[in-house]
């Protein structure tokens, strides 16, 4: 079984400010720090750092070289990785100092994707294989239906939710992952419960993971309802909270793991994550995950 993850790979310009900036209000920065992130780009890193094997695709630009040295020094297979003329993409992102953040998105490299492009990346995987989506770059309806086609497991993080997701056959997704924003933008719903109920009104085929911050997070797939909790620590940036979560709660799944152990894991790893600043370097290595785990 392989694992591939279709996604983002953005510059993240990380301002730290006393509070998000309001219209009409020029604000100075208390301090700026570049990292490589995107929500692709950070669940492959947490994916690897959990000890799993991850193909990375997707499209940089020609100022992307850092991205492939960071796939290589985490041991993620990056050899679907192609460069475009141009720009990656790139985010611009403000952290409070209770560790709150917003995000303005630059789309660049990453909606660069072709149909030749998809061809020869699903190629290299089967019936069985795992796809991971969000939705950070462009053709995902085609990516949907490519994977679906050759039997793979999708797993779609539907974030940013927008008109794009409408575009794709929801049915033939496997599991979602999304936050309450999202779980709401896709239900109409406001209550966690009325969420997972929409969900399987809706996708009756689907696990959900359903993830709400400090409270937590709900399952919901094959008859069955699961809740873990949050873990309470200090909380220095929420940025790549939800992709470490991802990288984790999966790959605890892949290497064996029931499903509320998994859930546990995502958990955990995402409570050390928010413990640091930065999006990818936040991301904690597979020995801190045990070491909290056996802790708490």
């Known amino acids: 079984m392989k694992l591939l993850n279709y996604g983002s790979m953005n510059f993240d310009y990380t301002y730290q400010v006393d509070h998000m900036v309001r219209p009409k209000e020029t604000l100075s920065s208390r301090g700026r720090s570049v990292y490589c992130g995107g929500k692709g ?3 492959s890193i947490a994916l690897a750092r959990a000890g799993v094997r991850v193909w990375h695709a997707g499209m940089i630009g020609e100022d992307g ?10 041991g993620v297979d990056k050899s679907l ?3 475009k003329d141009g720009a990656s993409g ?3 992102i403000q952290v409070t100092p209770e560790g709150e953040n917003c995000i303005l998105l630059y789309k660049g490299a990453n909606w660069m994707n072709s149909p030749e492009q998809l061809e020869e990346v699903f190629s290299h995987f089967a019936e069985g294989d795992w796809l991971l989506l969000q ?7 085609e990516m949907i239906d490519a994977a ?7 797993i779609l993080n539907p974030s940013p939710y927008n008109e794009e997701i409408a575009k794709c056959d929801l049915q033939k997704v496997s599991m979602f992952l999304v936050n309450e924003v999202e779980g709401v933008q896709m239900t109409g719903k406001e209550k966690p ?26 399952y919901s797939g094959h008859g069955t309802r699961i809740a873990a909790p949050a873990y309470s620590v200090p909380i220095t940036d929420t940025t790549a909270a939800g992709d470490t979560f991802t990288g984790y709660f999966l790959a605890a ?9 998994a859930l546990r894991t995502g958990c955990a790893a995402s409570a050390l994550a928010i413990q640091k600043s930065g999006a990818a370097s936040s991301i904690p290595a597979r020995e801190e995950v045990e070491a909290f785990l056996k802790k708490n």
């Open 41 to 43: 780009f950070n669940q």
């Open 65 to 74: 070289d850092r991205f492939l040295e960071e796939f290589a020094a985490n």
């Open 81 to 83: 990785v192609r460069k």
């Open 90 to 92: 790139h985010a611009i």
């Open 135 to 141: 939705n950070e770059i462009s053709l995902l309806p």
């Open 148 to 154: 679906f086609g050759r039997g793979m497991k999708i």
């Open 193 to 218: 419960e009325e969420i997972l109920d929409a969900f399987e009104r809706s996708y009756p085929q689907c696990e959900v993971v359903l993830t709400l911050g400090g409270n937590g997070v709900l």
């Open 253 to 261: 799944l892949l290497n064996g793991s029931d499903t509320e152990t």
